[in-house]
């Protein structure tokens, strides 16, 4: 009996389902990759949203100027842009056919995905704006 057990069990880990579909695991990713989400910055469906509201002394006239920190949208960028801005490869890079230039210094986070990682979530955030 322990033997038949033992086998079935065997078989169950072998060709059983996956623990978690990629649905979930890019759900995970987009809320807390590497110790903070996405959905942080870029808001719940990819939309991108004000970060941060501060004030800057203009020099010239020496008046307070508000402005705001905002995320772009990632729920309608090409592939190619959403890796190269999660992966920092290249300092140049084209979005929607305008040359976006990066710097060592953006506030971004690198999050070190693979690319598999990256495939999966690219996925997942593109289908946000769908949801309601």
Do not use: W
Request: aromatic share 12%.
């Amino acid at each position: 009996m322990k033997i038949v057990f033992v086998f079935f069990a065997f078989l169950h880990f072998c060709f059983g389902t996956d623990f978690i579909t990629k649905k979930e695991y890019a759900k995970m990713l987009y809320s807390n990759p590497r110790g903070i989400g996405c959905n942080l910055c870029h808001g719940d469906k990819g939309e991108g949203m004000v970060i941060a509201k501060y004030k800057t002394l203009d020099k010239k006239t020496k008046q307070l100027i508000a402005r705001e920190l905002t995320s772009p949208s990632i729920n309608d960028v090409e592939f190619d842009c959403f890796k190269n801005a999660l992966k920092k490869t290249s300092l140049n890079f084209i979005c929607k056919g305008v040359v976006k230039k990066t710097r060592s210094d953006s506030i971004m986070p690198s999050y070190f995905l693979t690319d598999d990682e990256i495939k999966i979530l690219y996925e997942y955030v593109v289908n946000l704006k769908d949801k309601k």
